[in-house]
């Protein structure tokens, strides 16, 4: 190893006895938490459990580096770490386990994830932000193997903007000059994700304060790890990133899970280099060891051999630490025994308290309906049915909400015929309980504070005949200026986003008139842009990460689903990251340069603002809107709109754009086309050739797909027209068939239309290259005025022959 052991020698801080021995109750008591979890699932009082045990001292050594401000970002080994820095109490532990959904009971998911999940709460009920400094955070954890790497790269990422970018001082919330480490954690299998090496790659680029540990047990579920890395190292394979005296990287070290001095010393040595020097860590923890198997879905005995078995037990890490206490003259075995035998009754009590808690709830509710149908019953002429449906409510054994309420909606069905004087009381308690419901399980998917986007004042932008003619980027140019200047926390990166302000020049001359830390380069590596971007948002920044092309979305897109999109859900809105993603798709030239990929992004960004702006005045708006509140968001802009003229407005910076508000481009009386993007211009060139043969065409332009047309103006238009076809670049059932969907379910047109509701979209495969190209694979302007003569043809043959 590079690192000589006796400079981590030092870092070895004299422990008191005392110390040691809560080290050894944190242990055991993880572990029996662990050992009493699985037999829960057994029992069938939880559906799946994974656990930290064989873990746990490595993760004691790691709390004890960790400082208040600090952040984690790691995966669901890490209980013992949670446990030791007091942010999860068993009690909190077992209440994830069993899904309780009451965000005092589990509050980092509010029984929304499987067990395993940690996460601190960063944020108060009305959306402010806590004192971040004073506390020990923890990134919300997500299920796919390695995706907490490029967010803790952006957690990392922070601490270095914190301390660099001097317009960042006065935040003391959030930052202590960039003292803050990010403290990441991965299994040894996990390293063979791509994302792990694009955020270590980056990680040593940036030189951040970031220490990744890899719990490395040898396996990744059944497989060992000849299958995963080469050479069996990951340390030894990524010694290439090591730093010398000459040249900058990381700092390596490799250390066993059952060495609790070595575990110690490593970790303070790698908080203190990564705090104190800006320098990435990666400690390589191996010799771990799984006692219980992967998780409760299967056993390891199908796959490990007697003797990796028996290994396991000689070398598992709570027995060493037992051997190393007594062998120091620490405390003796009766002494151990005692503080085990105190956890693990700790562990049941908890472990009880959780289960009470958590059924008490459920049964109460099933009280309440089994009363209501009887009482219903008495009352109905289906009464001996009704009776037996509650006495056999009444046997469930351990019953979940499921069973209640699904049989209160089978009696309801039942009661269908009968008054409201014998179901009035049931039914008033169903609808009561759906809000509930609604509550617990499927809010704040978006900000529900006065921070939501949706409630942002809008201010009109003040356009006139003296407003410039500028090109569309000049716009955006004169947007990021005023921000850049008003606002420290605003900074954009992202592929020749930085010396020559993006590839379209939005951000031209902007590095040089704010600095590097505020506009800046990074490497081509766009999953990691998004985590960076979403690392830096979780700790109080405004972050634009900006992908060069939609087409390459794809490569952040996972980032952006599992992570960004599904955080303040998934935490019940106790964390925020108010990222704002910058784009641009849609009309150009080619296979990878030219998509329009809206239904995808539709289908897998629910949580976050899908903006879709005609031009940059709309763009710059949009932005301005965004940046006032907390829904994260992607913003894609028209690739062919930078150099098109447009009027720049007089209030820039100030003016708004309303999220969910359709702008009606054109009225007309004969047919509703809805659109967007770089569409909105060829739709308007089609309406004024239809106009010329008599048909007049109402145009709206959607602007944002999510939220979508929350005024129903859409709704309206068809009431008037009462024809309606959605038109994009899409494949066909991707955006267009979302809108139909949206305005067919939230507005009520059925009856008002006409004509049967079409789609207009792009074939079905990506664009061929060329001018030709785009006329024969996207939708023209003449495929737009034989759509719509079509359609009046169908209705009036006479007035309008076909073509
Ligand atoms: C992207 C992704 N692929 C597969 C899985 C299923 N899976 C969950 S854990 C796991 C093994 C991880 O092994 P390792 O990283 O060594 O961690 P360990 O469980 O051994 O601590 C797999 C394959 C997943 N969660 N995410
Ligand atoms: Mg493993």
């Not at 575990?263 to 010799?287: C, K, M, S, T, W």
């Not at 198997?293 to 056993?299: D, E, F, L, V």
């Not at 999109?565 to 925020?576: D, E, N, P, V």
């Not at 008599?694 to 129903?712: H, K, M, R």
């Amino acid at each position: 190893m590079a690192v000589k052991s006796q400079s981590r020698a030092s870092e070895l801080p004299t422990l008191e006895r005392k110390e040691i021995l809560d080290d050894f109750r944190v242990a055991v008591l993880s572990r029996h938490a662990s050992l009493m979890g699985r037999k829960e699932v057994f029992m069938g009082k939880a559906k799946f459990g994974i656990f930290g045990d064989g873990k746990e001292l490595a993760q004691i050594a790691m709390a004890k580096a960790f400082k208040k401000g600090d952040f984690r970002a790691g995966y669901y080994r890490d209980q013992t770490f949670m446990m030791a820095l007091g942010e999860l109490t068993v009690q909190q532990y077992f209440a994830q386990l069993y899904a309780h959904t009451n965000v005092e009971a589990d509050p980092a998911s509010a029984g929304r994830l499987m067990n395993g999940h940690f996460a601190t709460r960063t944020i108060h009920e009305d959306g402010t932000w806590k004192e971040l400094t004073s506390l020990n955070n923890s990134a919300a954890d997500i299920s796919p193997t390695a995706a907490q790497m490029p967010k803790l790269l952006g957690l990392a990422y922070a601490s270095k903007l914190f301390r660099e970018n001097k317009g960042l001082k006065n935040l003391t919330q959030f930052s202590v000059n960039g003292n803050e480490v990010a403290w990441g954690t991965i299994g040894n299998a996990s390293t063979s994700e791509g994302m792990f090496f694009e955020s270590i790659n980056a990680a040593g680029v940036l030189q951040v304060p970031m220490v990744i540990s890899v719990w490395d047990d040898g396996y990744g579920i059944s497989v060992p790890q000849e299958y995963h890395t080469t050479k069996g190292s990951i340390s030894e394979i990524l010694m290439g990133f090591q730093r010398t005296e000459s040249e900058k990287g990381f700092e390596i070290l490799r250390v066993k899970g059952w060495d609790y001095e070595a575990l110690l010393q490593a970790f303070a040595y790698a908080g203190n280099v990564a705090r104190n020097e800006h320098v990435p860590v990666l400690i390589h923890v191996d010799e771990m060891t799984q006692p219980q198997g992967h998780s409760t879905s299967g056993s390891h005995e199908r796959y490990k051999s007697a003797e990796r078995l028996q290994w396991e037990k000689d070398w598992d890490c709570i027995a060493k630490f037992r051997e190393y206490i007594i062998s120091n003259g620490i405390a003796n075995a009766d002494q151990l025994d005692e503080i085990e035998s105190e956890a693990k009754t700790e562990v049941k009590r908890q472990k009880e308290a959780a289960w009470n808690d958590f059924s008490k709830e459920i049964k109460e509710e099933l009280e309440q309906a089994i009363q209501l149908i009887r009482s219903a019953a008495e009352k109905s002429n289906r009464k001996v049915v009704l009776l037996q449906i509650a006495d056999d409510l009444k046997k469930t054994i351990n019953p979940i909400r499921k069973d209640v309420i699904s049989t209160v909606r089978k009696v309801l069905l039942l009661l269908r015929a009968e008054p409201e004087s014998v179901k009035g009381e049931l039914k008033a308690w169903y609808e009561s309980q759906s809000k509930n419901n609604f509550d617990r399980y499927s809010s704040h998917l978006y900000t529900e504070t006065v921070f939501s986007s949706l409630k942002m004042k809008e201010v009109p932008a003040q356009i006139d005949e003296k407003s410039p003619m500028v090109d569309g980027r000049e716009v955006l140019q004169a947007f990021f200026d005023y921000t850049l200047e008003h606002d420290s926390r605003f900074f954009a990166f992202g592929e020749d986003v930085g010396k020559i302000g993006d590839v379209n020049q939005a951000f031209a001359g902007l590095q040089a008139k704010h600095g590097e830390w505020r506009v800046t380069d990074t490497g081509i590596r766009e999953c990691t842009i998004i985590g960076q971007g979403i690392g830096a948002a979780l700790r109080g920044l405004r972050p634009m990460a900006e992908i060069q092309y939609l087409d390459y979305l794809l490569y952040g897109l996972q980032m952006l689903s599992d992570d960004l999109a599904s955080l303040h859900y998934r935490t019940k809105g106790g964390q925020k990251a108010p990222l704002i993603v910058r784009t641009r798709g849609h009309r150009l030239e080619g296979v990878w340069h030219a998509g329009s990929p809206m239904g995808m992004i539709l289908s897998s960004l629910r949580g976050m603002m899908v903006c879709v702006p005609r031009d940059m005045t709309q763009a710059a708006g949009m932005y301005n809107t965004l940046l006032k509140s907390d829904d994260p968001a992607i913003v894609i802009e028209c690739l062919n709109g930078y150099r098109l003229k447009e009027r720049l407005p007089h209030n820039m910076g100030e003016y708004t754009v309303a999220l969910g508000k359709p702008e009606i481009l054109q009225q007309g009386q004969d047919v509703t086309i809805v659109t967007y993007g770089s569409m909105c211009r060829i739709v308007m060139e089609a309406a004024a050739e239809l106009a010329e043969i008599g048909i007049s065409v109402e145009v709206i332009d959607v602007q944002t797909l999510l939220p979508f047309d929350t005024y129903g103006i859409i709704g309206k238009s068809i009431q008037k027209t009462n024809r309606v076809i959605f038109a994009d670049e899409d494949v066909p059932g991707g955006a267009t068939a979302f809108m139909l969907q949206q305005v067919m379910d939230h507005q009520d047109i059925f009856r008002h239309l006409d004509s049967e509701p079409q789609t207009l979209a792009a074939k079905a495969h990506r664009p061929a290259y060329s001018s030709d190209g785009d006329y024969f694979s996207k939708p023209s302007a003449d495929d737009v005025v034989e759509k719509v003569y079509q359609m009046m043809h169908e209705s009036n043959p006479k007035k309008f022959p076909s073509l």
